[in-house]
């Protein structure tokens, strides 16, 4: 593997031309960034599991009140059936988007799964302080939308291969257009 290759990449923003050149290892890092924060959530997610019963109550009503959804988050954990159907659902996405991730299946939808609920957990964590602004939580969301934005399911993952599956003759994608914007 040639390592002194570089692959453009840009566009625009705003206005604003975007263009950069990347290093041929770029795509081995990507690849090494969508497993990592993969394996990440699908550990918390089995986390959660081998722990069942996991309750989602505590950490709803307990959000400070300096957060912009404390009244929200409050609202939900009074809420007996949302609370029951966050225990279900938080740990089971969780598991979902890190095998997502890591196999490299539906990562654009699985990406964005991932940053939303970081968003929403950092949401539910902010204390008001400035310096905490910029937490973990928020950092894991805008890696999630790196490795979304990235096609990063495209380099050793199997959304290379839903692709180009055939489907009437037809490339998958090619077929059904719309699938670009969850798979890649």
Request: charged fraction near 10%; proline fraction near 3%.
């Amino acid at each position: 593997m040639s390592t002194n290759a570089t692959n453009e990449f840009g566009g625009e923003f705003g206005g604003v031309t975007l263009l950069g050149k990347a290093h041929s290892l770029s795509a081995l890092f990507i690849v090494l960034l969508r497993a990592t924060i993969g394996g990440m959530i699908l550990f918390a997610g089995l986390g959660k599991l081998a722990e069942w019963p996991f309750d989602a109550s505590g950490y709803l009503a307990n959000v400070g009140s300096a957060s912009p959804v404390s009244g929200l988050y409050a609202a939900m954990a009074s809420t007996p059936w949302f609370v029951e159907f966050a225990n279900v659902f938080v740990p089971a996405t969780q598991v979902l988007i890190g095998a997502a991730l890591v196999v490299g299946a539906f990562v654009r939808l699985a990406a964005l799964g991932g940053a939303a609920q970081m968003l929403l957990f950092y949401l539910g964590g902010w204390s008001g302080d400035a310096l905490a602004l910029f937490d973990s939580t928020l950092v894991y969301a805008v890696v999630f939308l790196t490795v979304a934005a990235f096609g990063a399911g495209r380099i050793l993952g199997l959304d290379a291969y839903i692709e180009r599956s055939q489907v009437g003759g037809e490339a998958l994608v090619e077929r059904f257009p719309k699938l670009r914007y969850v798979l890649g």
